[in-house]
T-cell receptor
Framework: DADVTQTPRNRITKTGKRIMLECSQTKGHDRMYWYRQDPGLGLRLIYYSFDVKDINKGEISDGYSVSRQAQAKFSLSLESAIPNQTALYFC?????????FGPGTRLTVL | GQNIDQPTEMTATEGAIVQINCTYQTSGFNGLFWYQQHAGEAPTFLSYNVLDGLEEKGRFSSFLSRSKGYSYLLLKELQMKDSASYLCAVREYGNNRLAFGKGNQVVVIP
């Protein structure tokens, strides 16, 4: 079984819809992260959490929100999706010297 | 904040050696990471450097010079499966976040 799972793996939605991307991990790590990846722009940090009561904004948090429901679960929400949020989204969990990435969610906003 | 620069693409022959460079500027360096990412897949961890010098791990080696803000990843005995994007990421003191470069696409040809 995969250590970091993301659901859904692919999603097509329309402008204005609310979308939730979910991430679960079985590695027992406290640290969890959400990134988005766009062609030519690399990975950019959206939000991160160092434990259940700790939520921090990354470099591109506008238009996104997160919920850390448990140590193992970290969800990313788009309250009102817009086309420029079309991207590949990765969840990651981390130790001090390494991060482990989930398989990614490909989101398309029409 | 950080500024991370990597060349965008290079082509190399199977069996050869390729060096991928990364330069960075940061206000408080606390580690440099290299990740490999195949198209459409999650990044996977390759190496971590926090002190100056060379870290060797099989066919992959990573070098760091903190005074020059410079790192390279060396891939030896190139194989076709090494065709991927190689991401350099820098961690800054105080926040344990990673800032990623845009990645260097390596194409291995027979």
């Amino acid at each position: 079984d995969a250590d970091v799972t993301q659901t859904p793996r692919n999603r097509i939605t329309k402008t204005g819809k609310r979308i939730m991307l979910e991430c679960s991990q079985t590695k027992g790590h406290d640290r969890m992260y959400w990134y988005r990846q766009d062609p030519g722009l690399g990975l950019r940090l959206i939000y991160y959490s160092f434990d259940v009561k700790d939520i921090n904004k990354g470099e591109i948090s506008d238009g996104y929100s997160v919920s850390r429901q448990a140590q193992a679960k970290f969800s990313l929400s788009l309250e009102s999706a817009i086309p420029n949020q079309t991207a590949l989204y990765f969840c990651a969990t981390g130790l001090a010297n390494e991060q482990f990435f989930g398989p990614g969610t490909r989101l398309t906003v029409l | 904040g950080q500024n991370i620069d990597q060349p965008t693409e290079m082509t190399a022959t199977e069996g050869a050696i390729v060096q991928i460079n990364c330069t960075y500027q940061t206000s408080g360096f606390n580690g440099l990471f290299w990740y490999q990412q195949h198209a459409g897949e999650a990044p996977t961890f390759l190496s971590y450097n926090v002190l100056d010098g060379l870290e060797e791990k099989g066919r992959f080696s990573s070098f760091l010079s903190r005074s020059k803000g410079y790192s390279y990843l060396l891939l030896k005995e190139l194989q076709m499966k090494d065709s991927a994007s190689y991401l350099c990421a820098v961690r800054e003191y105080g926040n344990n976040r990673l800032a990623f470069g845009k990645g260097n696409q390596v194409v291995v040809i027979p």
